[in-house]
């Protein structure tokens, strides 16, 4: 079945490795087209979303191996530009290679990537600002054609913060004619270490980790070997999961440098933490309240991929509390599962209001989005009884192995 079994009400006690970054290597990986020769990426999680645009990278032309976690992409051989819809539709982040292809090949068409239950996610300002760098696009009801003699810079003066859209222009801009700014630019550690990437690649991008970006085009990049940093969301989510179930976890590799907003937050509700060198300690459970409410922000703020976990800390805290979430327009999808388990949650409008003095006890429960089920998964944990999240295809888009990790660190789970 597509499904995890969970015995839940026992406190955690382990260590487990933090795997590379799902929302780092996606662009790193779609960046290799911009790169005529064969690129090793390094630290690449085993996840299905990795899979999907290493299919993709191979529909376009490109040779693919992998060793465990080495990747080695070769594109000397990349010659369509079409891609199949098939994997367009399961996979959004297949909007990157947009700005990748129209570098290399000058066309593209493709299908609208779908939208997913925590918001439309429109790709409007893909396009608009892709036309400001000379790029044609013809739009129809199911697919695009986007064509570009050759791509020019161009000062992108941004409505909003957007990680895709900053990523699309990142590399539309590396071998295109002259300068472009991005303003405001994503900040996440994601959009840094693709612009690392290219930069030992022979990219010419300033500003790097700030929210004004200038890329200067250059003629040629080179092949490079790069190591892909560890996922900061899938450390959020297993710090949460001590923070619920309670016990004491080391988190081997965690990016806490890249955490500070969400390790303030675990802090406040009652999180003992230590930060090590090559990782984190975590210890306790949820017991404080948030006298400031939660309210997820683009990065440095606090990550909009870990509110349905600290969601589910403060249900569990025993103390009231409340979370706005501001960037997606319905990305409260886990509430009525959690409703299922015992909770008091009402949501208006952005806002989430959680009781936090109501036990929770463990039932079938459906995981709607990757995010929201593996919210489900560290809720369990915590509840009465054994209980059953389904759909665990969506928590494998994002995480390599859940119930190995949770085991790992002392929860008792099972694949059902
Ligand atoms: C990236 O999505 C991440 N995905 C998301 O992680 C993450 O939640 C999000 O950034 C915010 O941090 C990947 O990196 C693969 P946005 P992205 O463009 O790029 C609106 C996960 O769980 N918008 O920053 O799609 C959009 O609808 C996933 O790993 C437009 O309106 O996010 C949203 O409301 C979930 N028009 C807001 O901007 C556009 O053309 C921010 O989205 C583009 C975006």
Not at 169 to 174: G, H, K, M, N, P
Not at 220 to 240: C, E, Q, S
Request: net charge negative.
């Amino acid at each position: 079945m597509d499904a995890v079994r969970i015995y839940g009400g026992k406190s955690l006690s382990g260590q487990t490795r933090i795997q590379g970054s799902k929302n780092a290597s996606l662009p790193i990986l779609a960046a290799t087209l911009l790169i005529d020769g064969t690129c090793e990426i390094e630290n690449c999680p085993d996840i299905s979303d990795v899979y999907h645009m290493l299919r993709l990278l191979e529909s376009l032309g490109c040779q693919v191996t992998r060793e465990k976690s080495l990747i080695r992409v070769d594109t000397g051989g990349v010659a369509a530009c079409d891609m199949p819809a098939d994997s367009v539709g399961v996979m959004r982040s297949s909007i990157m290679l947009l700005g990748a292809l129209l570098a290399r090949m000058g066309t593209v068409s493709m299908e609208y990537p779908g939208g997913c239950v925590i918001g439309k996610r429109p790709i409007d300002q893909h396009l608009c600002a892709l036309r400001r760098m000379g790029v044609e696009i013809i739009e129809g009801r199911e697919e695009f054609q986007a064509k570009a003699g050759k791509l020019h810079g161009a000062v992108q003066e941004l409505p909003f913060v957007s990680v895709g859209v900053t990523e699309n222009l990142i590399l539309a801009a590396v071998l295109a004619e002259g300068e472009t700014v991005i303003c405001p630019a994503a900040r996440e550690p994601e959009i840094q270490a693709l612009c690392e990437f290219l930069i030992k690649a022979g990219g010419r991008i300033q500003g790097v980790g700030t929210k004004r970006l200038v890329i200067e085009g250059v003629k040629k990049l080179h092949p490079v070997r790069f190591r892909v940093p560890a996922d900061r969301i899938v450390a959020g989510t297993y710090l949460t999961a001590c923070l619920c179930a309670g016990g004491n976890v080391f988190l081997e590799d965690a990016p806490c440098e890249q955490m500070q907003s969400v390790l303030s937050c675990a802090g406040a509700l009652g999180a003992g933490l230590m930060v090590w060198p090559d990782g984190l300690f975590v210890e306790g459970r949820a017991c404080n309240r948030l006298a400031d409410g939660l309210v997820t922000k683009v990065y440095p703020g606090f990550p909009t991929d870990l509110q349905s976990l600290f969601m589910v800390a403060i249900a569990l805290s025993g103390q009231d509390g409340w979370i706005e979430e501001t960037v997606f327009e319905n990305r409260f999808r886990i509430v009525p599962e959690l409703v299922k388990m015992g909770a008091d949650i009402r949501v208006e409008g952005n806002r989430a209001y959680i009781r936090g003095d109501r036990p929770l006890h463990n039932t079938i429960v459906e995981a709607q989005e990757l995010r929201g089920g593996a919210a489900l998964v560290v809720a369990a944990l915590a509840a009465e009884g054994t209980g059953i999240v389904r759909n665990r295809h969506y928590i494998d888009r994002g995480y390599e192995d859940i119930t190995l990790s949770l085991r790992e660190l002392g929860a008792d789970l099972e694949l059902a």
